[in-house]
């Protein structure tokens, strides 16, 4: 299983590893070259495991190691879990659920990151491995569940929610094999809490500093506007999963959810109504709340927080929620169902592979085309006599030759840019455009020349006193 999941991941990321990309923050770390940033981060274990990669705190440019290491990790992780279900299915389709661990859209963006891909997916992997049952020596097991979960959030905090998300669908699946489960519930959940109030209370105030990170894991002061910032978070999460599957192909999310509920409704009427089932109110409970919770854990504790980061790479549980899905509609339904279950996901399953394939194209593209635009501006600044600076105003437009991906999976945009407005100077810096780079001032912004020192489809330059600036505003 690991071995099928990883040659997947493989080939669906073969642009990422066979070109050199660079994406959002990389930027600025290549220019700074501070291997221990994430620390500032709450993120601690990624500066640590960083300077074992590169045996240096100046980080060191060792792209694919970083994204083949987290798919490695990852590909384990996922077919170790699945396999700890125990699901009585065929083989091959036991593949295609670790596969469709790995074939979640949403974690095409931190495999796009050169650094942060194998502590982001680390800490994925961390999520699944902490979640599998144990059967013997609790205590033992307790302790390392939670220092798999203590090293998970001090990697990337928000795989908290995959974690939830691979507890509920092995509570489910042990309740399918008639073994014990709150047990396995209570232990999950209360190995949890330790690592949550060392990491709260004593590891993050100590190490995180940047402004950033401070804000977005604020949480939400109780009151009435709490429910407002709650609504508002949930709607941006829906909203970002509307745009994953615009149109007609929200069906493959809208369908298996409709069927999973369906079956889980058939499941609790089957049991209420056989007398011999013991706890069986407690485990119709289960079962009713159980679709419910998964599918919560795609926002999930984001809906907590002040100012919560919605983006893809905040999606994790994604992957467990068409795990949940599958589980349910294949150990429901009856066989001659299954061929055209094992279609639909299979179709699914493509269509997300595709569409990381397309994000990873995209991403690579538009940084070959603004190191394209890069270069001419460099070589018109050669030109410019006395300028003691340089400014950029607004962003350059998007590649026109990836407009028709942009339109086939929307995701691309929210993936977007692989430069920001606030990395747009470290960028050039790393190009060395032989001037310090400024903000822009408001004088600067409002200003319009006479004359243009060159014009073209992609940007504009012109000189505002000893300041030359670079208006990527006005296209042709």
């Known amino acids: 299983m690991f071995l099928f999941t990883l040659a997947f991941a493989l080939f669906i990321s073969v642009p990422l590893w066979s070109n ?53 990790v990852l590909s384990f992780s996922a077919a170790l879990f699945v396999y700890s279900l125990r699901l009585n299915l065929p083989f091959v389709l036991t593949v295609l659920l670790s596969v469709g661990i790995v074939a979640n859209p949403f974690l095409a963006q931190p495999m796009l990151y050169i650094w942060d891909s194998v502590s982001i997916l680390g800490a994925f992997s961390l999520a699944m491995l902490a979640a599998i049952p144990y059967s013997s020596r609790p205590l033992k097991y307790f302790f390392i569940t939670a220092v798999l979960l203590l090293s998970m959030l001090m990697f990337y905090q928000i795989a908290i929610n995959l974690y939830l998300s691979c507890v509920i669908i092995t509570a489910y699946c042990l309740i399918l094999r008639q073994q014990p489960v709150l047990r396995f519930m209570i232990a999950k959940i209360c190995a949890l809490v330790p690592p949550i109030l060392i990491y709260k209370f004593i590891i993050a105030p100590a190490i995180i500093a940047d402004s950033y990170s401070l804000t977005s894991s604020q949480l939400i002061a109780p009151g009435i506007d709490a429910i407002a910032v709650m609504q508002t978070t949930l709607l941006n999460f829906v909203t970002l999963l509307q745009t994953t599957f615009p149109g007609w192909k929200m ?61 893809p790479r905040t999606m994790p549980a994604f992957s467990t929620v068409t795990l949940f899905f599958m589980i349910v509609l294949f150990s429901t339904t009856p066989r001659w169902l299954h061929s055209t279950l094992f279609t639909g996901f299979i179709a699914s399953l493509m269509y997300t592979s595709v569409m990381m394939v397309a994000i990873f194209n995209t991403m690579i593209k538009e940084q070959d085309y603004l190191s394209s635009v890069a270069w001419m501006i460099k070589a018109d600044l050669s030109r410019v006599r006395d300028v003691e600076n340089v400014t950029f105003l607004s962003v350059l437009r998007t590649f026109p030759d990836t407009t028709n991906s942009r339109q086939a999976f929307p995701l691309i945009d929210a993936v ?6 606030y990395t747009y100077p470290y960028f050039f810096q790393s190009r060395n455009v032989g001037l310090p780079i400024i903000k822009p001032t408001s004088e600067i912004r409002s200003y319009r020349p006479a004359e243009y020192i060159s014009k073209n489809c992609d940007y504009r330059l012109f000189t505002y006193q000893k300041t030359a600036v670079v208006d990527f505003s006005d296209g042709c």
């Open 20 to 72: 050199k990309n660079y994406y959002g923050d990389d930027f600025m770390r290549l220019y700074t070259g501070e291997g221990i940033i994430w620390t500032s981060n709450g993120r601690p274990l990624t500066s640590v495991l960083h300077y074992f990669l590169t045996f240096s705190t100046t980080l060191n440019d060792i792209s694919p190691v970083p994204l083949l290491a987290g798919l490695a």
């Open 251 to 311: 069906v493959f999310v809208a369908l298996p959810a409709l069927l999973t509920f369906l079956c889980i409704i058939h499941k609790i009427k089957h049991l209420l109504s056989d007398k011999t089932q013991p706890h069986r109110i407690a485990v119709a409970v289960f079962y009713l709340l159980s679709p419910i919770l998964v599918i919560m854990m795609l926002p999930g504790v984001s809906i907590l927080l002040n100012n919560a980061v919605v983006a």
């Open 416 to 421: 977007s840019p692989a430069v920001s407005s």
